[in-house]
């Protein structure tokens, strides 16, 4: 049987895979969420989310792709690793993903650079003109785009009407993609909303293990997780989504083993202490503050 069952859960609450059902929406995720979903209505562009490690970038794609999905009036690609080795790989990769057929290519031919632009061009045009779709390209991981791919996203940028962009593109990436935008200000100048996402304070890490802890089925009465073990995840983990997961995780493996009724600061405490000892402990990490 599984941890999670012995404890009284239904699924595992503290799982570290991106799963919607399981997203908190903290109030800096809900604005970034909210802000993209109206920039992709009025077909904006370009809107770039940035983040640290573990602060919840990969699940809010997640939970923006759950939205997009519930929109008859949008199509859209998600691209998790966008290590492409040239514009020609990202071209040919876009144009299959978006199953876009090439009627003007010469038969067994190698398509050129322009022949795809072209391609997705009229693919665009025909889509979010003709019948009225919203294209959208969103990207995770996007600080391994290449200088070259990022010149392709600029070229897509330049594919529009009178009124609005043909092609919505979100990315999402760490925080030095920041340093490479800035260094191209014929791209930085076309972004529609940039947001910075920082970690949880103390309030929101309470409700995020709250959250967690009622969608894996908890329904007893009692607090699993009392309210100064909550003190030290928050002051250990900075906040960070992602090291109050996987610290709330063992806490409650270690819960069944030492047979305790509720994770308590003592519980938490000889965790860290584990941690730090097994040198796989990392230092705190500083905040970035919000650029809406």
Request: charged share 30%.
């Amino acid at each position: 049987m599984s941890y999670y069952k012995i404890l009284g859960f239904e699924k595992e609450p503290f799982s570290t895979s991106p799963d919607p059902e399981f997203f908190y929406l903290s109030k800096e995720h809900e604005a970034a969420l909210n802000n993209v979903l109206i920039d992709l209505r009025l077909k904006r562009g370009l809107s770039v989310i940035l983040g640290d490690v573990g602060t919840g970038k990969t699940t809010l794609s997640r939970k923006l792709i759950q939205e997009l999905k519930m929109r008859e009036d949008f199509i859209f690609h998600f691209i998790l690793d966008p290590s492409f080795e040239d514009e020609k790989s990202f071209l040919r990769s876009l144009l299959r993903n978006l199953d876009i057929e090439c009627e003007t290519w010469p038969a067994g031919a190698e398509p050129t650079v322009m022949d795809m632009r072209e391609s997705l061009e009229k693919f665009l045009f025909k889509k979010g003109v003709t019948e009225n779709k919203t294209v959208t390209l969103i990207i995770d991981e996007a600080q391994k785009l290449s200088e070259s791919s990022l010149e392709v996203l600029r070229v897509f940028l330049n594919f529009e009407t009178n009124k609005f962009k043909l092609l919505q593109i979100v990315l999402m990436g760490q925080l030095e993609l920041h340093a490479k935008i800035v260094d191209i200000p014929n791209f930085l100048d076309r972004i529609s909303f940039k947001y910075t996402l920082n970690p949880l304070d103390l309030e929101e890490t309470r409700e995020i293990i709250e959250f967690r802890v009622r969608q894996g089925g908890y329904t007893s009465s009692m607090r699993i997780f009392l309210e100064e073990a909550v003190r030290e995840i928050h002051q250990y983990s900075k906040g960070y989504p992602r090291r109050i997961i996987m610290l709330c995780h063992k806490a409650l493996k270690r819960l069944i083993l030492t047979s305790k009724m509720a994770v308590d600061a003592e519980l938490i405490r000889e965790l860290i202490d584990e941690e730090k000892q097994s040198g796989w402990y990392r230092e705190s990490l500083l905040p970035q503050k919000n650029s809406c």
